[in-house]
């Protein structure tokens, strides 16, 4: 006899989509509240597939200031559990640490929470018997440098062991429980590690332990792009895990890459949004999902001059005019556009025999390549830019991860180097 029950993690209740234009009611009423329907989708799949219980690791509230119709959706989701006899485990994470979880509303009585002094044991049991005990420990302030995992002991391997932490699973990342995936795969009572704090759903191990993140349930921008969801899992005593990944998100934040060759001869705007609409009919058009879209336009011209001076103003007209003509069954809204436009340059070794500075600079690039001593010095120049991956919610967009090889940073810069100076001069 086996167990089912969905993970879930980082819904951030209480926050919504960030949309360029969220201070206007309209828009705020046109796309509702995704991030609490994601919520409403998970109980309605609990409901319907009869699971055991619920687990949440983490980051249920986006604030440890509650929304206070965010609490009530909450509350009014758990009654409902309460009814079918579900039972809801969840963790506090950093988003909203157990110091101040119960401030507006008292919580159902079928909302269980761990405390954030010591870990806990919690026991589920179904006709008196004991089926899982579920252990975890909730974040007490927006940081947790706490090895929490550590003291995860139950009692023996009798029924099925279910652990609740929200980590980065960084061992060197003292703000969110440092811990790596051969200390988590170390403990042999445990068969399924339920992980929150990372927003992107990951299988990191399938089977003795379980090892997984369910991600955030709605994106909320193009940071948390894709399809998001939760996992509804079944463990027995004989057969391997089973893990359905559900979707639950209403709007799905994508990026398009589109490339207009020079073949095309763009001339006007509306022939740029005639490409774009094709596009939106060529990826959407047989798809029951709901997109918010980013468009990425590299278009290659001999006749740019006239549109290229006016590129911001012409990125909004063509993102109106998307919102405006596209009357697609299902909900494609365009979010934003950027556009570069280029001439298309000739091949590296062809620009070398063009000009002596085209030479000179290809050749430069390739001895700061092979040159170990000039790889250093310009890392010494270039100064303090750098940063490591230690933690993923405060990355500065404005520094470069060092782990990326300098050679690829070198390559891109060549490239752009020498595509100005082509488009400068006119050739």
Not at 204 to 233: A, C, H, M, S, W
Not at 288 to 305: A, C, G, K, P, Q
Not at 385 to 408: A, C, H, P, T, V
Request: glycine share 4%; hydrophobic share 30%; proline share 3%.
């Amino acid at each position: 006899m086996g167990i089912k029950f969905i993970h879930t993690a980082d819904l951030h209740l209480g926050s919504n989509l960030h949309l360029k234009y969220d201070q206007d009611i309209s828009y705020k009423n046109k796309f509702g509240n995704p991030v609490l329907d994601s919520f409403k989708k998970i109980t309605r799949t609990a409901i319907e597939e009869n699971v055991d219980f619920i687990i949440i690791s983490g980051d249920l509230f986006d604030s440890d200031e509650r929304s206070v119709n965010a609490l009530k959706v909450f509350n009014s989701e758990a009654e409902k559990l309460k009814n079918e006899d579900i039972p809801i485990y969840l963790i506090a994470g950093n988003h909203d640490p157990l110091n101040n979880f119960n401030q507006i509303f008292e919580l159902n009585s079928n909302v269980k929470i761990f405390t954030s002094e010591n870990d806990e044991i919690k026991e589920y049991k179904k006709n008196n018997k004991l089926k899982a005990r579920l252990i975890g420990q909730s974040y007490r302030g927006n940081s947790d440098s706490r090895k929490m995992y550590s003291s995860y002991n139950p009692p023996d391997k009798g029924v099925f062991n279910i652990a609740l932490l929200h980590t980065q699973l960084d061992p060197n990342n003292y703000n969110y429980v440092p811990c790596s995936i051969d200390e988590l795969k170390e403990n042999k009572k445990i068969d399924y590690w339920a992980l929150g704090h990372i927003h992107q759903n990951e299988i990191i191990n399938d089977k003795n332990p379980v090892i997984t993140y369910p991600g955030i349930p709605q994106g909320r921008d193009f940071g948390e792009k894709e399809k998001k969801g939760f996992y509804l899992v079944e463990l027995t005593q004989n057969n391997d895990p089973k893990l359905d990944f559900i979707y639950s998100s209403k709007y799905i934040w994508k990026e398009v890459d589109i490339t207009i060759d020079e073949k095309n001869q763009i001339k006007t705007i509306d022939e740029i949004l005639d490409h774009i609409l094709l596009k939106i009919k060529e990826l959407f058009n047989q798809d029951d999902f709901n997109y918010i879209v980013r468009w990425n336009l590299d278009i290659y011209s001999r006749h740019i001059s006239k549109i290229k001076q006016k590129n911001e103003e012409i990125e909004d007209y063509i993102v109106n005019e998307l919102n405006r003509k596209n009357n697609k069954q299902n909900f494609v809204w365009s979010e934003d556009c950027n556009l570069n436009f280029y001439r298309r340059i000739p091949d590296k070794s062809e620009l070398a025999k063009k000009d002596k500075l085209f030479f000179d600079i290809i050749d430069y690039k390739e001895k700061i390549t092979n040159d170990e001593d000039l790889l250093l010095e310009l890392k010494e120049k270039l100064g303090d830019i750098w940063q490591g991956q230690s933690d993923l919610e405060n990355i500065d967009e404005y520094r470069f991860d060092y782990n990326k090889e300098i050679e690829e940073i070198l390559e891109n810069a060549e490239n752009e180097i020498l595509k100005k100076l082509w488009e400068e001069r006119g050739e």
